[in-house]
T-cell receptor, first 112, second 111 residues
């Protein structure tokens, strides 16, 4: 059974139109991450939550925001998607102090 | 920032051959992880390494955590078609609880 679930798997949005990607987990992990992965590249960390504490990476554009209303859910909001934001967006979870992180299947975002 | 150098970037092999890839870093990591990513999917954890010098197997996969804690390798023996994909090493920055990824090794297998 899937433990980290991302919806939708594929998302098409218009240039400049806000879009939200969602992630849910059944692992009860206290850390949730959002990564951006462009074609043939390594995943790049955008930000992560430790419980409700939000930790933004220094080079994450302001266009990207996140919300974590409870332990199970985390959202990635892209306020004004540009063509360069087309990518696979990966959600992952772990427990603080643990040594493993588990990924969802990803949402592939297309910007038209 | 901390970076992982993964090599080779791509491999083209015949089915049944053994495969070896490695990761090096200028920084010390306390945990090394190896993931496989199929096209259009998220990375799946293959092997986790926790101690310097540790050698761990998972079926046909074997991985080692280097003694210096700055490198790791992954071997796949007797490759099969379903081994095709991109393999990523990742180091865990403890304290910050963040993963740093290598650039990936794309494995292609000719039948």
């Amino acid at each position: 059974d899937a433990m980290v679930i991302q919806n939708p798997r594929y998302q098409v949005t218009q240039f400049g139109k806000p879009v939200t990607l969602s992630c849910s987990q059944t692992l009860n992990h206290n850390v949730m991450y959002w990564y951006q992965q462009k074609s043939s590249q390594a995943p790049k960390l955008l930000f992560h939550y430790y419980d409700k504490d939000f930790n933004n990476e220094a080079d994450t554009p302001d266009n990207f925001q996140s919300r974590r209303p409870n332990t199970s859910f985390c959202f990635l909001d892209i306020r004004s998607p540009g063509l360069g934001d087309a990518a696979m967006y990966l959600c992952a979870t772990s427990n603080w102090g643990a040594t493993e992180a588990f990924f969802g299947q990803g949402t592939r975002l297309t910007v038209v | 920032g901390q970076q992982l150098n993964q090599s080779p970037q791509s491999m083209f092999i015949q089915e049944g051959e053994d495969v070896s890839m490695n990761c090096t870093s200028s920084s010390i990591f306390n945990t090394w992880l190896w993931y496989k990513q199929d096209p259009g999917e998220g990375p799946v954890l293959l092997i986790a390494l926790y101690k310097a010098g540790e050698l761990t197997s998972n079926g046909r996969l074997t991985a080692q955590f280097g003694i210096t804690r700055k490198d790791s390798f992954l071997n796949i023996s007797a490759s099969i078609p379903s081994d095709v994909g991109i393999y990523f090493c990742a180091g865990l920055i403890q304290g910050a609880q963040k993963l740093v990824f290598g650039q990936g090794t794309r494995l292609t297998i000719n039948p």
